[in-house]
Nanobody, 126 residues
Framework: QVQLVESGGGSVQAGGSLRLSCVAT????????MGWFRQAPGKEREGVAG????????NYADSVKGRFTVSHDNAKNTVYLQMNSLKPEDTAMYYC???????????????????WGQGTQVAVSS
């Protein structure tokens, strides 16, 4: 079982920044894919970023490339999403996700994620 708890959401003006955090409770040292998703009202959930906790190049949706950065701190079992140059269209509920048990899948394949946090709201005003 994996439990994911997000934090760090809030309200900002366009151009501002936020950093989301996700603490994962897993009772193993195995590496796995961790991802961030978002869902705006009336829209489908979309993958934003994926990262392998064992290292490597993260993956991003085209809509956030160059503005968002995903990172992880294995010592803290925490994944971060640094969001810069925020736009009103970034407004959504943001979810942390995990692929567990670990597989050989590509972390940028957003269909592999099977555990989800409760979400944290991000609102960007113009």
């Amino acid at each position: 079982q994996v439990q994911l708890v997000e934090s760090g959401g809030g309200s900002v003006q366009a151009g501002g920044s936020l950093r989301l955090s996700c603490v994962a409770t897993v009772y193993t040292d195995a590496n796995n894919c961790m991802g961030w998703f978002r869902q705006a009202p009336g829209k489908e959930r979309e993958g934003v970023a994926g990262i392998y906790t064992g290292g490597g190049t993260p993956n991003y949706a085209d809509s956030v490339k160059g503005r968002f950065t995903v990172s992880h701190d294995n010592a803290k079992n925490t994944v971060y999403l640094q969001m810069n140059s925020l736009k009103p269209e970034d407004t959504a509920m943001y979810y942390c996700a995990a692929n567990w048990p670990p597989s050989n899948a590509w972390c940028g394949s957003f269909s592999i994620y099977n555990y989800w946090g409760q979400g944290t709201q991000v609102a960007v005003s113009s």
